[in-house]
């Protein structure tokens, strides 16, 4: 049966070119680049890499940025969850949440540079009559070498990311009777969710989390926009190796993205130790009988860094939004000189063009990677496939390995078996991208479904494929439309696959913007940004309106 | 061999190669055969293996006869039995109407298929429900419609998964003694799953106990 | 739109043509009419961006030509493209058209034989250019020998606010001016191009003997020569903007600090700059322009054809028609890009003549005779070795 080969076909799909591009990237870093010349083994590239001075900050500032943004967000969440959960703020979070995650990285990293920076809106805000100063104070506060600012332009994107995760396990982790009963045993309220909730919350969303910190290790854009220079992140100083017009740096490049890879190995392998000593901790903690955690001192705390998280990127874009009106605007004015329309008139068609392409882009990976993930979760609901626990480590494989360290090799793969780079390939490396969340998605909604729906309507005479059709899929409109929309998301987001597999050749609104973060007009890059925070965000509000819409007259299908 | 009604010979259930269920049975036309038992006796086992829903590491062996049609190699759709579970599972996107519609034979067409879903309809007290969104129906209500899709799909078997116990005690009577008067007259042997004593004694037929 | 991706998708590879001959243009411009050609040109800038659209526009109106502009944000990822073709085995067909190019790119792809020609030369407007006054034959000394065709030439200025400085003399006169206003200045960060030009413009402001610049750096006592140029620089850089501890990453980024008033000073490769930006509310309408006194850097943009590029015919007509009066003209006003010509507007027909008279330089913009002598680009191995010394000595913060 063709169905029940599904989920090793989109396995194949899926992993396939990542670890041929992990190949196409380890022979040059080994020193095999034929067309320069280069086909003798040797180590040289590694050697090259090794005497870079800015090698031990680059990799310090990989793995602090890298596991601090990932603590930092999960602790948020944690302890917003905890504090939090049923109330009404919560509720609050849980309505912005989908605005919040469709908000590109990119476009979030510039509003918060907008908003932070010396000559930027707070400070502005407060100038002078407050500080005193007339022009911008020289302080070293966004791309300052510590790498704050960056941690913090993760951190605002990875809590809503975390938290629409941990909103996902606490269904099945049967939360609200589990706190119940620890808190009728005299705890506060962070304390019997730590306890009784957070073990088995934490078993569900740990994958999310480790991609979290991959992710976070090997951001280009965001580091690009926030991160230092002197110098930059390992992933930063990857791309420009690549970039730079000495073919021979291609190879220290291919050796910084191995060690990239190495690294990122290792955080993850960091991590595991550090759970495990998180688990003995809060198992003593457990033990004592300690039944306050701080009740409303850690409630407020939560609310404030969660809630300052959420504005810093709504108001990130409100400031976006201004700029892209923005005529002349001098510092310390905290509106600009004059309003105009001819940032938008001026961007408009390049705008239009992109749009087209990456609606098209989007809406195609998007198809395909619903179809192969409702053919995955059926095959596995028909055959009594299981997922395990390995196979779920193999899904989450795109999204662990870092882009810089495989799509490169992907390229130099592609052009081998003279594949054209051109939409079809970015919508193929998008799908490799977007699958994984189209499938985490929709898979708990999926096999959460009620099997004896489908015993039934087998009962009345319905056949395998009736059923899908006729009842599971319009059952599953509303997760199956968030899972589009999520998938959306992603694929609107995505710029080095679209860069690297389409040639260049494939204009997206991110490649776009990207390419403009590069010169500094923030008029421009706030023009693309709005855009492609609305591109994201629309289907979003389409998969809350459209199951209203369809399922008004349905209240059994309303409640979620 | 073409003896009428529901026969299990010598049903074996194993899971994983533990074996969870023996059981032998005849449930002949009209008549209603009680399993009691408590939690975990294989109860629910026991109707997976005659709808054809246990899937490996289950593995069924022995027979099941309907009306001496042997159903081991046909899949859930094709065996033609009904059933009805404790919830009314109705399809909460389609009206009352077209969840009555669902299992009618295709051959039934245009006005001849409204007027099946809506002579279905006033047999149970429900007259003008077609239209309906099932989840505005009360909890009897429901069960009522459910019983109703589950006899149009003209059924050769009831199976019934303690399907009153989440109705309060004065409704349970009313509906249980529908479903019997009708399962009755159609015909159709009906295997009852049930921890109730009191479902089994209004059965009236043979009690088979599981532990 | 969807027209567009499923023409892209149902694109029939490319068959191997004969060389097209730049010789033969009738020829040229026949097989050029239909082809689109994809300009790889970094596209940080919303100014040259709108540019190069519109020459999009105009070359599909008089050639039937589609021009793309892919927008980089390194011309390096061309380069990067280009050989991993080659690498690929993909000698025709190439995913790229035309590059935007100089300097060190243009060094190394001929260097690698990744370009297409000559054909600069045999390009009809080269009549036109002025091949004795402006550095087209020569890019960072390395011949171009017709493998790429100028289009623009640039000299490097400083931007200065006049509500808050003077011009400044010199090199002395601009570290003695940071020192009293401490992070006042910076220059966008090395291996950026504009970057490395300070340090070059640098180096020329504190040698006496330039000489040595112009020729391989294994040639010259490389210590000796950049001495006083790391220590201008280790001087400079404590009062720097953020103390040299973080710099722009671009021109146009280190253009928005100067728009914020978070600097006073910032450098230009292009002396309409200022007043472009002035135009388009990028910059407060208090900023000039001043070169050094003893001259400042001056270079060409050129384009270059890889040589497995699609459509060879087309990226001529492309190339040939930036060296048209018309574009040449419309590049020189600041209202539009503020580039330098390449042509000897002096020798143009009357008409002509008049479209590059006829242009408002702007507010901000020196005349010919302020901007002062050119001083050549160093050979492009000084700039390798300069800023590869910058990033291990400034480049790390320690």
Redesign the interface.
């Known amino acids: 049966m063709r169905l029940r080969a599904m989920p090793m076909l989109t396995l194949a799909l899926l992993l396939g070119p990542v670890l041929a591009g992990l190949v196409g990237t380890l022979a040059p870093a080994f020193g095999i680049l034929p067309v320069i010349g280069r086909v003798e083994p040797g180590v040289d590239a590694f050697r090259a890499l090794l005497a870079w001075p800015g090698l031990p900050g680059a990799v310090w500032l990989s793995m602090v940025t890298g596991l601090g943004a990932t603590v930092i967000s999960l602790v948020i969440v944690m302890l917003l969850v905890a504090c939090w959960s049923g109330t009404r703020s919560f509720a609050a979070f849980r309505r912005a949440l989908s605005p919040l995650l469709s908000v590109p990285h990119a476009a979030a990293a510039f509003g918060l540079a907008f908003l932070v920076a010396p000559s930027g809106l707070v400070v502005r805000l407060l100038s002078p009559w407050a500080t005193g100063w007339t022009q911008p104070p020289d302080l070293l506060i966004v791309q300052d070498p510590a790498g704050l600012s960056l941690m913090a332009g993760l951190v605002v994107k990875e809590v809503p990311f975390l938290l629409l995760m941990t909103l996902a396990a606490l269904g099945q982790a049967d939360a609200v009777r589990a706190e119940t009963v620890a808190r009728s045993l005299g705890h506060d309220r962070p304390a019997a969710w730590l306890k009784a909730v957070f073990p088995r919350v934490y078993a569900q969303i740990r994958l999310p989390v480790l991609v979290v910190l991959a992710f976070s290790m090997t951001v280009v854009d965001v580091a690009l926009i926030l991160g230092p220079n002197t110098p930059p992140t390992l992933a930063v100083q990857v791309v420009r190796w690549m970039n730079a017009p000495d073919l021979a740096m291609r190879l220290q490049a291919a050796a910084a993205a191995t060690l990239q890879l190495a690294l990122v190995v290792a955080a993850l392998g960091l991590w595991c130790l550090g759970e495990r000593v998180v688990a003995w901790l809060g198992r003593a903690w457990i033990w004592s009988g300690a039944r306050r955690a701080g009740g409303a001192i850690t409630a407020a705390l939560s609310l404030a860094l969660a809630g300052s998280a959420a504005l810093t990127v709504l108001a990130g874009l409100g400031v976006l939004a201004i700029w892209s009106f923005a005529g002349f605007w001098r510092f310390p004015s905290p509106w600009p000189d004059a309003m105009t329309l001819g940032n938008w008139v001026r961007h408009w068609p390049g705008v239009a063009e992109a749009l087209g392409t990456t609606i098209g882009i989007s809406a195609l990976s998007t198809f395909l990677a619903l179809v192969l993930a409702i053919g995955c979760l059926e095959a596995e609901h028909r055959h009594a496939l299981r997922l395990r626990a390995r196979g779920q480590w193999l899904l989450y494989l795109p999204l662990l390995a870092p882009q810089v360290a495989f799509l490169p090799g992907v390229q130099t793969w592609m052009l081998m078996l003279g594949v054209k780079g051109g939409v079809g390939a970015v919508v193929a490396a998008h799908v490799i991208f977007v699958f994984p969340y189209v499938f985490l998605s929709l898979g708990d909604p999926f096999r959460a479904w009620d099997a004896r729906q489908a015993t039934i309507a087998h009962s009345l005479g319905a056949g395998p494929d009736r059923v899908l059709w006729a009842v599971r899929l319009p059952m599953l409109l509303a997760p199956l439309l968030t899972a589009a929309a999520v998938g959306f998301a992603v694929s609107v987001g995505q710029y080095l696959p679209t860069l690297l597999i389409g040639g260049g050749r494939v204009q997206t609104v991110t490649t776009e913007a990207v390419a403009l973060a590069a010169g500094g007009d923030r008029r421009a890059i706030a023009v693309w940004a709005i855009v492609q925070t609305g591109l994201a965000l629309l289907p979003f509000a389409l998969a809350v309106g459209l199951p209203r819409l369809v399922w008004c007259n349905r209240r059994g299908l309303l409640h979620g | 061999m073409d003896e009428p009604g529901l026969i299990l010979q010598d049903l074996r259930v194993t899971l994983s190669g533990k074996p969870m269920l023996r059981l032998s049975a005849h449930v002949a036309p009209g008549q209603v055969v009680s399993v009691m038992g408590p939690s975990g006796a294989g109860k629910s086992t026991l109707l997976g293996a005659v709808m054809g829903t246990l899937s490996p590491p289950f593995a069924v062996s022995g027979r099941i006869l309907l009306d001496g049609r042997d159903l081991a190699a046909l899949p859930v759709e094709a065996r033609q039995i009904g059933i009805l579970f404790q919830d009314p599972l109705l399809f909460p996107h389609l009206s009352v109407g077209s969840n009555l519609a669902f299992g009618l034979p295709r051959a039934l067409r245009g006005a001849a298929r409204r007027a099946a879903v809506e002579k279905a309809l006033a047999d149970v007290g429900l007259n003008g429900f077609a239209s309906r969104d099932p989840a505005t129906l009360s909890g009897g209500q429901k069960l009522r419609v459910a019983l109703m899709r589950t006899l149009l799909a003209a059924p050769c078997a009831l199976l019934l998964d303690e399907p009153f116990s989440s109705l309060d005690a004065d409704r349970r009577a009313q509906i249980r003694s529908l479903v019997f008067e009708r399962a009755r007259a159609a015909g159709l042997p009906v295997l009852m799953v049930t921890h109730d004593p009191a479902d089994a004694q209004a059965a009236g037929g043979l009690v088979i106990k599981l532990d | 739109?969807?027209k567009?991706?499923i023409a892209?998708?149902a694109?029939v590879?490319a068959l191997a043509w004969a060389e097209p001959d730049p010789a033969d243009w009738n020829a040229v411009l026949k097989e050029a009419r239909g082809q689109t050609v994809?300009w790889?040109a970094?596209?940080?800038?919303?100014t040259t961006?709108?540019f190069i659209?519109w020459v999009g526009q105009r070359v599909t109106e008089e050639f039937g030509v589609t021009l793309?502009h892919?927008?980089?944000?390194?011309?390096?990822?061309?380069?990067?493209?280009v050989?991993?073709?080659?690498?690929?085995?993909?000698d025709s067909g190439g995913?790229?058209d035309l590059i935007w190019i100089n300097g060190?790119?243009f060094?190394?792809m001929k260097e690698?034989d990744l370009l297409f020609g000559p054909f600069a030369e045999q390009l009809p407007n080269w009549a036109l250019v002025d091949v004795e006054g402006k550095p087209v034959r020569a890019d960072f000394t390395v011949p171009t020998d017709g493998m790429e065709s100028p289009w623009a030439t640039a000299q490097v200025v400083f931007m200065y606010d006049t509500a808050d400085m003077e011009p400044l003399e010199d090199m002395d006169a601009l570290l003695g001016w940071a020192k009293d206003n401490?992070?006042r200045f910076t220059y966008p960060?090395p291996?950026d191009f504009l970057g490395t030009t300070f340090l070059k413009q640098a180096l020329y402001g504190v040698l006496d003997d330039t000489a040595p610049l112009l020729v391989p750096v294994e040639q010259a006592d490389y210590d000796a020569v950049t001495a006083p140029l790391w220590d201008f620089l280790d001087q400079l850089t404590p009062h720097l903007?953020?103390?040299g501890?973080?710099?722009?990453?671009?021109g146009?980024?280190?253009?928005?600090?100067l728009?914020?008033?978070?600097i006073s000073l910032a450098i230009s490769f292009s002396p309409g700059e200022a007043s472009t930006a002035i135009a388009k509310?990028?910059?407060?309408d208090t900023v000039r322009t001043f070169v050094p006194g003893g001259g400042s850097i001056a270079n060409a943009s050129f384009v270059a054809i890889p040589y497995n590029a699609s459509a060879k015919t087309g990226a001529m007509v492309v190339a040939d028609f930036l060296l048209s009066p018309q574009v040449q003209a419309r590049a020189l006003d600041p209202a539009h890009l503020g580039y330098g010509t390449v042509l000897d507007v002096a020798a143009l027909p009357e008409a002509e003549r008049a479209l590059f008279n006829e242009v408002d330089l702007g507010i901000a913009t020196l005349s010919p005779e302020a901007l002062g002598p050119a001083l050549p680009e160093p050979h492009p191995s000084w700039m390798?070795r300069i800023e590869a010394d910058w990033?291990?000595r400034?480049?790390?913060?320690r």
């Open positions: 739109m969807l567009r991706m892209t998708l694109m590879p994809y790889n970094w596209g940080g800038s919303t961006n709108d659209a793309e892919v927008k980089l944000s390194n011309t390096g990822d061309a380069v990067s493209r050989l991993a073709e080659k690498q690929a085995g993909q995913a790229i060190p790119n060094a190394a690698a401490p992070g960060q291996p903007w953020r103390q501890r973080a710099y722009p990453q671009t146009p980024r280190q253009i928005q600090l728009a914020d008033d978070e509310h990028q910059l407060p390798t990033i291990d400034y480049g790390v913060t």
